[in-house]
């Protein structure tokens, strides 16, 4: 079993950053982002093959989104720019293990200010 602990959410203005950080405490496959506002499903963000070399996002983040990997310190990183309101969520990690299984983060609360 792998757990996942997300960090770096907060309060933030429009137009800010922040970085999201997702610390597994084991070996992790494909690893992704996703989010989910009051009253809505939950919905993709962004995703990263293991190396890092295929990451693919939903299009309301592209270009202000970005997601990295460090699998030395088994970490996903997501850093944020250009924050809107609309961006507010609770941001949840998730990982795909080696056996299918697949596993996610407690959250951690993003909210943007207009």
């Known amino acids: 079993q792998v757990q996942l602990v997300e960090s770096g959410g907060g309060l933030v203005q429009a137009g800010g950053s922040l970085r999201l950080s997702c610390a597994a405490s084991?070996?992790?496959?494909?690893m992704g982002w996703f989010r989910q506002a009051p009253g809505k499903e939950r919905e993709f963000v962004a995703g990263i093959s293991r190396s890092g070399g295929v990451t693919n996002y939903a299009d309301s983040v592209k270009g202000r989104f970005t997601i990295s990997r460090d699998n030395a310190k088994n970490t996903l990183y997501l850093q944020m720019n250009s924050l809107k309101p609309e961006d507010t969520a609770v941001y949840y990690c998730?990982?795909?293990?080696?056996?299918?299984?697949?596993?996610w983060g407690q959250g951690t609360q993003v909210t943007v200010s207009s």
């Open positions: 998730k990982a795909g293990v080696v056996g299918s299984y697949e596993y």
């Open positions: 084991g070996r992790t496959l494909y």
